[in-house]
C-alpha cells in the first residue's frame, strides 16, 4: 500500500478527527524517522513529547519484548510486580502518596477531578468548583474537557461538566480572586503546552499554592506534556517554588506504550476508596514495564543535566536566528516565537520537506520537543534547517510583494 492507499482507506474509514500530513512512518530509531520511501526525518516531536527517550530506545524495546511473551493483562483484580514498582518508583520520585494508573492523559486528569470534588464533598462544599486558566489544555473526556475552556466552548459538543472556570493566562490576581469558599481545586499546567509553550511565572505558582492553602482546595499540577525529564528535572515542579498536592504524568511516561497516572501528596492519597474509580487496563504488566524502563533511563542527574544544557544550546542558536521573536519554555519543551509576517504553519511544512518534524501549535509558533537523549550534531542540523527554512520563507515572501 503506498500514500496514496493510505489517504484513500482513511477518507473513506477513519473520522474526520485528525488532520495528518501526507507522510508515511515505517521505522524509527532514536531522535529519527524513515518514511515509506526511505526518506530520513529528524524527530524534534517525539510523536508530541511520548518518545523522549527516543524511537525504539533498546531497554524499552527489550522490556516490551520479554513482558510481552510473558504475560499481557491481567486486570485490576489481581497483582503483577510491575505495576506496584512502578507506583512505589513514581511516589517516591514525586509527591510521596498513592498512584492511580490510567491508559491517557485525559484519563488520569479524571482521577485527579474525582479526587478533587470528593476532597470538596468531604469539607461540606455541594457544588465544587474547579479553577484553570485560559488555554490550558487537559484532554478531550468530558472532565477534562470542561477544565479545557478554548474547547469546552465548541457548542457541538455541549453541555460541559457543571463546576469548571477559567481565569486569564498567569494572572495570579485573578486566580486568587476566583478561588474561594466553594473551589475544589486549580487545575494547571506549570507550562503549557498545547497552547503554543507558554511557562507561568513563579509568582502565578505562588499565588495559586497560597490560594489553595488559605481555601483548602487542592493544587493540581498537570504534568503531562512537563513532566518525565521534558524542562531539564524530571517533573517541573522541582524547578519552581511550589509543590503541587496532586499531579498527572502520562505522555513519555510509557516510551509509546499507552499510559497515565494520577500521583498524590500522602493526604491527597487517601480521599478514594473502593468504587470510586477503576479501568480495565491501567497500570497492565506491558505498559508498566515500558515505564519502569522509561523512568530507569530519563530518572538520572546526568540525562537531566544533559537536557537543560541541551536545552540552553538550543534556545540560545534558536534566538539567533533571522526571524525568531522569542523562545520561550525550559529544558527541551521550546515554544518558538516567529517574527510578524511568517506563517508558521507554511514554515513547518516546509521543515517537513526539509526532513525536520516540529509542530505549530498556534499561528507563529512552532514547538520544539525532541527526544530529551537528542545529541550536539543534531541540535546543530535541526537549527541549521530551520534557518533555512525561515531564510526561505522571507526570500520567498519578498520576491511576491
Ligand atoms: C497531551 C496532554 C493531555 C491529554 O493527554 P491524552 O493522552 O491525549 O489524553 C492532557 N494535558 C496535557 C498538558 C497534555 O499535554
Not at 38 to 58: A, R, W
Not at 259 to 286: N, V
Not at 304 to 322: M, P
Request: proline fraction near 5%.
Amino acid at each position: 500500500m503506498n500514500l496514496t492507499d493510505l489517504q484513500a482507506l482513511e477518507q473513506r474509514y477513519l473520522m474526520r478527527t485528525y488532520k495528518r500530513a501526507p507522510v508515511e512512518f515505517v521505522r524509527g530509531e532514536g531522535a529519527l524517522l524513515w518514511d515509506a520511501g526511505g526518506k530520513e526525518y529528524l524527530d524534534f516531536l517525539g510523536g508530541i513529547s511520548v518518545c523522549s527517550v527516543g524511537h525504539c530506545h533498546p531497554e524499552v524495546v527489550e522490556a516490551v519484548r520479554e513482558q510481552a511473551g510473558r504475560l499481557m493483562h491481567t486486570s485490576n483484580l489481581f497483582y503483577t510486580e510491575p505495576m506496584v514498582r512502578l507506583a512505589e518508583r513514581l511516589s517516591a520520585s514525586s509527591l510521596g502518596g498513592r498512584v492511580f494508573f490510567a491508559n491517557s492523559g485525559t484519563e488520569a486528569n479524571e482521577c485527579a477531578i474525582k479526587i478533587a470534588r470528593k476532597h470538596a464533598h468531604r469539607r461540606g462544599i455541594s457544588a465544587p468548583e474547579i479553577v484553570s486558566f485560559e488555554r490550558d489544555f487537559h484532554g478531550r473526556t468530558y472532565g477534562s474537557l470542561s477544565a479545557t475552556p478554548a474547547l469546552a466552548a465548541n457548542p457541538d459538543l455541549a453541555p460541559m461538566l457543571d463546576g469548571f472556570r477559567a481565569v486569564p493566562f498567569d494572572d495570579g490576581d485573578a486566580l486568587h480572586a476566583a478561588v474561594g469558599e466553594s473551589t475544589a481545586a486549580v487545575l494547571i499546567e506549570p507550562i503549557q503546552g498545547e497552547a503554543g509553550i507558554y511557562p507561568l511565572s513563579d509568582e502565578t505558582l505562588v499565588a495559586a499554592r497560597q490560594a489553595c492553602d488559605e481555601s483548602g482546595a487542592l493544587l493540581i499540577f498537570d504534568e503531562i506534556q512537563t513532566g518525565i525529564g521534558r524542562t531539564g528535572s524530571l517533573w517541573a515542579f522541582e524547578q519552581t517554588p511550589v509543590r503541587p498536592d496532586v499531579m498527572t504524568s502520562a505522555k513519555a511516561l510509557g516510551g509509546g506504550m499507552p499510559i497515565g497516572a494520577c500521583l498524590t501528596s500522602p493526604e491527597a492519597g487517601e480521599i478514594l476508596e473502593p468504587g470510586d474509580h477503576g479501568s480495565t487496563f491501567a497500570g497492565g504488566p506491558l505498559a508498566s514495564v515500558a515505564a519502569l524502563a522509561v523512568l530507569e533511563i530519563v530518572d538520572d542527574a546526568a540525562l537531566l543535566r544533559r537536557v537543560r544544557e541541551q536545552g540552553a544550546k538550543l534556545r540560545d542558536a534558536l534566538l539567533a536566528l533571522d526571524g525568531v521573536e522569542a523562545v520561550r519554555g525550559r529544558g527541551l519543551m521550546l515554544g518558538v516565537g516567529l517574527e510578524d509576517g511568517f506563517d508558521a504553519a507554511a514554515v513547518g511544512a516546509d521543515l517537513l520537506e526539509r526532513g525536520l518534524i516540529v509542530n505549530v501549535p498556534e499561528p507563529g509558533t512552532l514547538r520544539l520537543l525532541p527526544p530529551l537523549t537528542v545529541d550536539s550534531d543534531q541540535i546543530e542540523r535541526a537549527v541549521a534547517t530551520i534557518s533555512a527554512a525561515l531564510l526561505s520563507y522571507a526570500t520567498h515572501e519578498q520576491a511576491s510583494l
